[in-house]
């Protein structure tokens, strides 16, 4: 089964998909965020051209276990694409995935100027890798 990882942020967009026995996570270029219609339809394209069967969505949580309100965007989100792709939408825990993808892009030797455009893919990476291994 092949997954799409996403890592949403209000200005950019973290993707990653698994290879097509939904082993391992790879990262796809970020999205830049203009609207959440444009980001599904997107999606839906993704999907599509690359046959995800389901969605991994990273969700904000704060650390002392409490949803906030980017929690609550995330679950309308998923919600959302739901509707509009017919795709199934898994949540997961995204708590730490921006501090780990940092972490290891600085040590793969990845410059302060490359890392912004990498982390959030980065991070969508480790949202699906911590879902694959729950499954």
Do not use: C, W
């Not at 097509?20 to 444009?38: I, K, V, Y």
């Not at 995204?94 to 455009?117: C, D, P, Y």
């Amino acid at each position: 089964m092949r997954l799409l990882g996403i890592d949403f942020g209000l200005k950019r967009v973290g993707l990653a998909l698994t290879d097509e026995g939904g082993r391992m996570a790879f990262p796809r270029p970020a999205l830049a965020r203009t609207s959440n219609d444009a980001l599904i339809a997107e999606i839906g394209r993704m999907a599509a051209e690359e046959k995800v069967e389901a969605v991994v969505l990273g969700l904000p949580i704060a650390m002392d276990g409490e949803e906030t309100d980017l929690s609550r965007q995330v679950r309308n989100l998923a919600r959302k694409i739901t509707s509009k792709t017919g795709l199934t939408v898994h949540l997961m825990d995204e708590r730490l995935t921006s501090a780990e993808a940092q972490a290891r892009l600085r040590e793969a030797g990845v410059s302060s100027k490359k890392m912004k455009g990498k982390l959030d893919s980065g991070a969508a990476v480790l949202i699906l890798e911590a879902y694959l291994g729950r499954s």
